[in-house]
T-cell receptor, first 110, second 117 residues
Framework: GQNIDQPTEMTATEGAIVQINCTYQ??????LFWYQQHAGEAPTFLSY????GLEEKGRFSSFLSRSKGYSYLLLKELQMKDSASYLC???????????FGGGTRVLVKP | GAVVSQHPSWVICKSGTSVKIECRSL??????MFWYRQFPKQSLMLMAT?????????EQGVEKDKFLINHASLTLSTLTVTSAHPEDSSFYIC?????????????FGPGTRLLVL
């Protein structure tokens, strides 16, 4: 079966850094995704990791360790507009469906 | 690139009626489309996977006769909620995955909010 865990909520201050962790246990692995979802809107793609290491894309970075079944999304220089839910999702096999974690609601305070 | 549209964005209907939601990939051919449902403050729940030209694969607990999916072309999939009831009120989101070149990434439509009275 598939199991994906991430914290339910996190609060951080504008300008700070927040790290959202995601651990997974899946029967196979073909990549891990991070999506951002604002309330009432559809998810938007942030990052895709299939090899170990850090992928940096502007203020957002995503890290993957396949041996540990672990990923994190790092948000730097937080802005108020970053307040959203962040969804971790795993593709168990090529061409397969994504399994989503419960999402982490991030609240950025002034 | 990789734009997915959904129509309509909002639907309010009476109990017992059927509602059709369209999902289109605008600038790529979507070999696979996915339909999700999301209740307030919850994560996405996959309802079904549809591949162009073949029958959809439904997740456990999703009634295929109630949620009819048609993926007639590489750019269009439709979800029909038949005989809708208030408990079907939810946020329905489709996503599309293209052929090689876009990898495994799924791109989401803007969602359709359904309210059944």
């Amino acid at each position: 079966g598939q199991n994906i865990d991430q914290p339910t909520e996190m609060t951080a201050t504008e300008g700070a850094i927040v790290q959202i962790n995601c651990t997974y246990q899946t029967s196979g692995f073909n990549g891990l995704f991070w999506y951002q979802q604002h309330a009432g809107e559809a998810p938007t793609f942030l990052s895709y990791n299939v090899l170990d290491g850090l992928e940096e894309k502007g203020r957002f970075s995503s890290f993957l360790s396949r041996s540990k079944g672990y990923s994190y999304l790092l948000l730097k220089e937080l802005q108020m507009k970053d307040s959203a839910s962040y969804l971790c999702a795993v593709a168990a096999a090529a061409g397969n469906k994504l399994t989503f974690g419960g999402g982490t609601r991030v609240l950025v305070k002034p | 690139g990789a734009v997915v549209s959904q129509h309509p964005s909002w639907v309010i209907c009476k109990s017992g009626t059927s509602v059709k939601i369209e999902c289109r990939s605008l600038d790529f051919q979507a070999t696979t489309m996915f339909w999700y449902r999301q209740f307030p403050k919850q994560s996405l729940m996959l309802m079904a996977t549809s591949n162009e030209g073949s029958k959809a694969t439904y997740e456990q607990g999703v009634e295929k006769d109630k949620f009819l999916i048609n993926h007639a072309s590489l750019t269009l999939s439709t979800l029909t909620v038949t005989s809708a009831h208030p408990e079907d009120s939810s946020f329905y989101i489709c996503s599309a995955r293209g052929a090689s070149g876009l990898g495994e990434t799924q791109y989401f439509g803007p969602g359709t909010r359904l309210l059944v009275l």
